[in-house]
Each structure stands twice: as structure tokens, then as C-alpha cells.
Nanobody, 115 residues
Framework: QVQLAESGGGSVEAGGSLKLSCAAS????????MAWYRQAPGKQRELVAR???????AYAPSVQGRFTISEGAAKNAVDLEMDNLKPEDPGVYYCKAIRGGVPVWGQGTEVTVAS
């Protein structure tokens, strides 16, 4: 069974940067998309950024221009570079991969921003 592992979360002051990484536990084929979501306390999980089809990317309007999603160094890995973090950015950040139309989720990594 494929598992995703996130890393890189932590605490940072407003205006600071963090880089999250996500990697699959095994080398797998057929992943069509990888994405980052986040969930703040009391809120629904929301899409932050996704990478798909020939490395196209898409971002939530709230993070456009501040966050960058990219392929990780390893196969089936994805990074999220977060710059100029704001007080509204904290939450648990989850990695998701879609393989054959089936989503696979990581366990999440927490990001906190001190204002």
C-alpha cells in the first residue's frame, strides 16, 4: 500500500518561510496529480496547490504569488515552498496523490505562524 509522508512543518514568524516536502513510501507508477491541502482548526480542509499534467500548477487565490509547488528531488515527491507566511496560513498541511483516480493522503504536518 502506498503511503505518503510529509515533513518540514513547524513554527515561523509572520513574513517568514517554510518548505514542506512529501514523498511516497515506494516507487509507484500512474500518479496523475499531487497536491497540498490544509486544514485550520474548526475549518474544512482546503486545496492550497496542485501539480499535474506536464508539471502544470494551480494555486488557491489566498496563496498565489507566495507559495510554490514543485516536484521533489525523488520520484513521486512534491515540495511546497511557502514564503511571506501570514497569520491566516496556519493549519495541518496534507499531501495528496491521485493514482488511477483514487486519492491517497498523508498524515499531515503542522504549520504555525506567530504574528
Amino acid at each position: 500500500q502506498v503511503q505518503l509522508a510529509e515533513s518540514g512543518g513547524g513554527s515561523v514568524e509572520a513574513g517568514g518561510s517554510l518548505k514542506l516536502s512529501c514523498a511516497a513510501s515506494t516507487r509507484i507508477l500512474g500518479i496523475s496529480e499531487m497536491a497540498w491541502y490544509r486544514q485550520a482548526p474548526g475549518k474544512q480542509r482546503e486545496l492550497v496547490a496542485r501539480i499535474f499534467e506536464e508539471l502544470q500548477t494551480a494555486y488557491a487565490p489566498s496563496v498565489q504569488g507566495r507559495f510554490t509547488i514543485s516536484e521533489g528531488a525523488a520520484k513521486n515527491a512534491v515540495d511546497l515552498e511557502m514564503d511571506n507566511l501570514k497569520p491566516e496560513d496556519p493549519g495541518v498541511y496534507y499531501c495528496k496523490a491521485i493514482r488511477g483516480g483514487v486519492p491517497v493522503w498523508g498524515q499531515g504536518t503542522e504549520v504555525t505562524v506567530a504574528s
